[in-house]
């Protein structure tokens, strides 16, 4: 009995704090091609890393059955093992390697730890044949492009002897040749008997490609469709994505909006390692005094890198465009330019970018105004420590002590460390990126306070996030992006989150 | 919090957080309280303290270079041969007949310049220290040997060595060959230290910051208190107070004030401990660590004419193994081999706790060799300790 090759029976797998998957059923057919959709932060990611034993067995609840046997992995080598193979968004090849090398690394055979390189020369070029990667083996990866890595990838997979392929997000990155070459891709080994699964966002890219489609939203499994037999559209896929209600309350404030203050046209940011490659094409927007603008859309849409870029050229190999401050067209070089100018970031990645976790309370409050607060480049230490208890009881960090080191603080907390040291460097505009992820539910009200607080001052704040019913609750307007450019824009009296989401999605 | 409350801190988390600073405290009196046993008190006498301050000057203040080098997140492998480099300079200079006062200037400028060009490289053309420093290692190794044809230059005169074993007395306060100079100078050191914390405490109570217990406070104040008058003690039984302490003593001041109070020692701390987090927060990450490797520069400046005149000669071989006791001491001393942690203070007591292990197995004359093996066993331990503390406590 074993029409399914992958069935997964109630799962539910917890994060401090938060609930990432929520009682999951999942049935895969062999040699299917099945579709999971779903928005950012619906489970996708957790749910396939539980599949492919990134996630242990006993860290989460529930049943996973792969060709009919109960899993137990305790690493993705077992999964290995076992014929399932993930391919994650960000790809996983070695960089500085070859082809061949990166196709059979970590699995190859050896003779008295001696590896035959000639033997799996040879081979690698059956695998290649087969994803239809027409390269010398010898290549090394990283002067390929994403599209022939995927490949690469690809080719590693099939050389595992794989029966249950993983793509997460596969086209993300491609364009829209070589997302199609690799669509064809997938159905060849649909027709070679290789089961897929496919992370997508990319709704028609879904509808042409999948048998079956099965939405998550909010770590709950929704529904699953019959492309053919349901005859399936993008709209119904929408409405299942976002039918989420708008539980949480925002905090009523008068919308009073003055002047532009920021403008942007034509902003153009170009990859870090790859220069040819625009991650922002061409973006133009605005944003006036005493306004919270909002930016939407997927994963890997192009906002922290627009935003960054902004803030002083801290992303991508070079920028073109024209930025105006105030009125005033201005280029910023740096961070500190920016906060000069006006400007204030509170990243996204608070540990790695935000904060500096080995430090206490205090100082990363202070970090960004410590000219502010010194005379003569001596640091008045006790302005200082009074701008920090003062945010420390504005803001409600719940901290022993603002000695306290960072790290030790929950997440919403050290979101408060972070929107302090912004707040306290006192810009005009501040650029708040994800400023909910991964913080609870209490947190994250007392967040959308602080930031309306922000915005009745007379600031205007530009909020990067995810979360749909978060832009609609709290922004003026919202741009919509996706793959890089500005696709929409909508005012707050016609938002809603299947419109947000068309335009992310569909055109 | 009104007005003339007074906040007192939990004693036990106080002992919590500063556990790595007193631990290398008393680290240190073990050391001197066991060598006193095996060597009956001799390496606590007058003369023998006055020499451990002497030889080990040059790598203490090579450490207070160092520390910054290494809370930025670097690292410098230099310093010994930039040290023998401008020893060499110096003594030229000293020996052409322009006066002490400007050969140390000129030896410290030259310091700096030599700074300069490895914190371009390492700062704007973002080569890795190791690298930068490594090629400095060789690159003034030969420029020394060059210079110096690979044979010692002799000082012409006495003038110099007072540098390093010269000392500081005021003739009419010198009574039965005891320097009462040194008592009244450690008197007052001492006085000063007490306003100023008086003052600060004070200070703290009236903005409501918490501070700790009475005491806490009056206790540190009278340990402080005995090791400064028992080294003024120690001082003036013998010579009276070395030039190099004073030197010493301003350059930790100066440099301890520099990390803790002004906005460029947090600069350096921030750097050291989140680079890509500092620089979005607006510092000029490239300037805190050009500034650093200059500091360290000038501080290599220093070092040299203190070494030359202990030497009273410059030596083509002289600094070699700086770098590493200068490491040794800064990470003795708790700081972090990733950066972003480790105080000026804490150098010294590392630093101290080497000489003091040379000096007390040279009184018992074992030998370098062994001397080696036991260093490099304390550096093990040390930082196995700063990790497993860490590690238990969750504290950075």
């Given at each position: 009995m074993s029409d399914y090759i992958l069935e997964i029976k109630n799962l539910t797998k917890d994060f401090p704090g938060v609930?990432?998957?929520?009682n999951v059923s999942l049935k895969v057919k062999r040699g299917e091609i099945h579709s999971i959709c779903g928005e950012n932060g619906a489970g996708k990611s957790t749910l396939m890393s539980v599949i492919s034993g990134v996630y242990p067995k006993g860290t989460y609840e529930g049943k996973v059955f792969f060709k009919g046997k109960e899993t137990h992995y305790h690493s993705v080598k077992d999964s290995e093992r076992d014929g399932l193979a993930i391919i994650h968004q960000e790809l996983a090849l070695s960089p500085y390697l070859s082809i061949y090398e990166n196709i059979f690394l970590g699995h190859m055979k050896t003779r008295f730890g001696i590896i035959n390189w000639n033997k799996y020369i040879k081979e690698s070029r059956h695998y290649l044949e087969q994803v239809g990667l027409h390269e010398?083996?010898?290549?090394?990866?990283?002067?390929?492009g994403v599209g022939k890595q995927q490949l690469v990838e690809i080719a590693r997979a099939l050389s595992k002897k794989v029966e249950l392929l993983i793509l997460d997000e596969p086209t993300s990155s491609l364009n829209d040749e070589e997302s199609e070459k690799l669509l064809q891709l997938i159905r060849q080994l649909k027709a070679q008997g290789i089961t897929c699964i496919m992370i997508s966002h990319k709704l028609n890219e879904v509808l042409e490609i999948a048998d079956t489609v099965t939405v998550l939203r909010d770590g709950k499994s929704i529904s699953t469709y019959d492309v053919k037999q349901d005859q399936l559209t993008e709209s119904r896929l929408i409405r299942d994505m976002v039918g989420r209600d708008l539980t949480t309350r925002f905090p009523e404030r008068e919308h009073k909006v003055g002047e532009v203050v920021m403008e942007v046209k034509n902003w153009s940011v170009y990859h870090p390692d790859y220069?040819?490659?625009?991650?922002?094409?061409?973006a133009s927007f605005y944003v006036r005094k005493g306004e919270i603008v909002a930016f939407c859309g997927p994963m890997g849409a192009g906002r922290t890198e627009l935003m960054m870029s902004l803030y002083g050229q801290s992303y991508g190999s070079r920028s073109e465009g024209e930025l105006y401050l105030f009125g005033k067209k201005v280029e910023l070089r740096s961070p500190r330019e920016a906060i000069q100018a006006g400007l204030g970031y509170v990243s996204e990645d608070r540990k790695n970018l935000g904060l500096i976790l080995i430090q206490d309370v205090k100082s990363n409050i202070s970090i960004s105004s410590l000219p502010k607060l010194s005379r003569l480049g001596v640091v008045n230490t006790h302005e200082e420590i009074s701008a920090a208890e003062r945010y420390k009881e504005e803001l409600r960090i719940k901290t022993p002590s603002i000695m306290q080191l960072t790290r030790n603080l929950s997440g919403g907390n050290q979101q408060k460390v972070a929107l302090s040291k912004c707040l306290l460097a006192d810009p005009e505009i501040f650029i708040v990126?994800?400023?909910?992820?991964?913080?609870?539910v209490g947190a994250k009200s007392e967040i959308y306070h602080i930031l309306t607080d922000i915005v009745q001052k007379g600031k205007s704040i530009i909020l990067v996030t995810s979360e749909l019913p978060e832009a609609i609750g709290l922004a003026d307007r919202i741009y919509v992006m996706n793959e890089g450019c500005i696709k929409g824009m909508l005012t707050r009296e016609e938002a809603t989150q299947e419109k947000i989401m068309h335009i992310a999605l569909l055109n | 919090m009104a007005q003339g409350t007074v906040r007192s801190m939990n004693l036990r988390s106080m002992i919590k957080q500063n556990i790595r600073n007193y631990s290398m405290v008393m680290m240190l009196a073990v050391i001197m309280i066991a060598f006193a046993f095996l060597t009956d008190g001799v390496n606590l006498n007058s003369r023998n303290f006055t020499n451990i301050i002497i030889q080990n000057s040059y790598i203490l203040l090579l450490a207070v270079g160092m520390i910054l080098v290494i809370i930025v997140g670097n690292i410098d492998l230099s310093v010994g041969s930039v040290v023998a480099f401008i020893g060499a300079i110096s003594a030229m200079l000293y020996n052409s007949g322009i006066g002490l006062f400007w050969t140390v200037v000129l030896s410290i400028l030259v310091g700096l310049i030599i700074g300069v060009f490895q914190g371009v490289w390492i700062a704007y053309a973002k080569i890795p220290a190791f690298i930068v420093t490594l090629a400095g290692m060789m690159l003034f190794r030969g420029l020394t040997y060059i210079i110096t044809n690979v044979s010692p230059i002799a000082i012409k005169d006495d003038e110099f060595k007072q540098l390093a074993s010269g000392m500081v007395n005021i003739d009419a306060l010198t009574v039965n060959n005891v320097y009462y100079t040194a008592i009244i100078v450690g008197a007052a050191v001492y006085l000063l230290y007490v306003l100023s914390e008086i003052i600060g405490r004070r200070s703290k109570i009236k903005y409501g910051f918490e501070v700790p217990p009475i005491g806490v406070f009056l206790f540190k104040i009278i340990i402080i208190g005995l090791l400064i008058m028992g080294l003024s003690q120690r001082f003036s039984t013998y010579r009276g107070i070395p030039t190099v302490v004073l030197v010493l003593g301003v350059t930790i001041l100066f440099f301890s004030f520099i990390t803790n109070n002004t906005v460029i020692g947090r600069y350096i701390y921030a750097v050291g401990g989140n680079a890509r987090s500092a620089k979005l927060s607006g510092i000029n990450s490239e300037l805190v660590v050009f500034v650093v490797h200059v500091i360290m520069g000038g501080i290599c400046g220093l070092a040299a004419v203190i070494f030359t005149g202990y030497m009273n000669s410059a030596l083509p071989q002289a600094g070699v193994n700086f770098e590493l006791d200068a490491i040794s001491a800064c990470f003795i001393g708790g700081a972090s081999t990733s950066g972003g942690i480790g105080t000026v203070i804490g150098a010294i007591v590392g630093g101290l706790v080497m000489a003091a292990i040379n000096n007390g197995m040279s009184l018992m004359n074992i030998q370098a060799p062994w001397q080696y093996v036991v260093k490099a066993l304390v550096l093990l331990l040390a930082v196995y300790y700063d990790i497993y503390t860490r590690r238990k406590t969750g504290l950075g």
């Open positions: 609930r990432a998957l929520d010398n083996p010898a290549t090394i990866v990283s002067k390929m220069h040819s490659i625009k991650v922002v094409d061409s990126d994800e400023p909910t992820r991964g913080i609870d | -």
